[in-house]
Nanobody, 116 residues
Framework: QVHLVESGGGLVQAGGSLRLSCAAS????????MGWFRQAPGKQRDLVVV???????NYADSVKGRFTFSRDNAQNTVYLHMTSLKPEDTAVYYC??????????WGQGTQVTVSS
């Protein structure tokens, strides 16, 4: 099992930046994929970015060029650095992990609110 804890959300003005962190309860070096999803009120949970253990990273078109995913295997932590934030980025952001046995895990979510 993997326990995920997000942090770093908050309120920011449009054009601002935030960095989200997701700490895992065990080594992430062998985890097949980790990433971030987000869910706005009344909407489905959507992919923001997923990073694979082979180094490949896939971003949603809406965040390409503005968000950057990174992983620190030594700290068992992944990050989402968000820049040029827009009001439409407002959502609860969830950390995600998928193991080699195809078990999926989610964090509790962290709120990001972007004011116009």
């Amino acid at each position: 099992q993997v326990h995920l804890v997000e942090s770093g959300g908050g309120l920011v003005q449009a054009g601002g930046s935030l960095r989200l962190s997701c700490a895992a309860s065990r080594s992430i070096g062998s985890i097949n994929a980790m990433g971030w999803f987000r869910q706005a009120p009344g909407k489905q949970r959507d992919l923001v970015v997923v990073g694979y253990s082979d180094g490949q990273t896939n971003y949603a078109d809406s965040v390409k060029g503005r968000f950057t995913f990174s992983r620190d295997n030594a700290q068992n932590t992944v990050y989402l650095h968000m820049t040029s934030l827009k009001p439409e980025d407002t959502a609860v952001y969830y950390c995600y992990a998928s193991t080699s046995t195809l078990d999926d895990y989610w964090g509790q979510g962290t709120q990001v609110t972007v004011s116009s």
